[in-house]
Nanobody, 130 residues
């Protein structure tokens, strides 16, 4: 059974940084068929894609976080990360980790616009105060 467990959320002031982690268990990483991502959902808003990474190393980001957030993964530790710098109040949301064993060629910008990943974590809260 696949489990994704996020951690690292918290409360910070504008301009601060946080590093989110997502520990995956029961999930088999494949060189050619793996896509992992971070999504977020603010109160009253739809869930939106933040960043994704394919097993070929290609990364995609939503425009609002480009240059501030960095997604990475450590396959040896089965862990996905999201380094968030220069945080803004509008980054406040519940952040979710997601995984989908799809072909890497489909793990691109269009995938970030959808919420059809197969596996999801329970989320970790990020609050950015002004």
């Amino acid at each position: 059974q696949v489990q994704l467990v996020e951690s690292g959320g918290g409360s910070v002031q504008t301009g601060g940084s946080l590093r989110l982690s997502c520990a995956a268990s029961g999930y088999t990483y494949s060189t050619y068929s793996n896509c992992m991502g971070w999504f977020r959902q603010a109160p009253g808003k739809e869930r939106e894609g933040v960043a994704l990474i394919a097993s070929d190393g290609i990364t995609e980001y939503t425009d609002s976080v480009k240059g501030r957030f960095t997604i990475s993964q450590d396959n040896a530790k089965n862990t996905l990360y999201l380094q968030m710098n220069s945080l803004k109040p509008e980054d406040t949301a519940m952040y979710y980790c997601a995984a989908d064993p799809i072909w890497v060629g489909h793990c691109r910008a269009d995938k970030l616009k959808k919420t059809d990943f197969r596996y999801w974590g329970q989320g970790t809260q990020v609050i950015v105060s002004s």
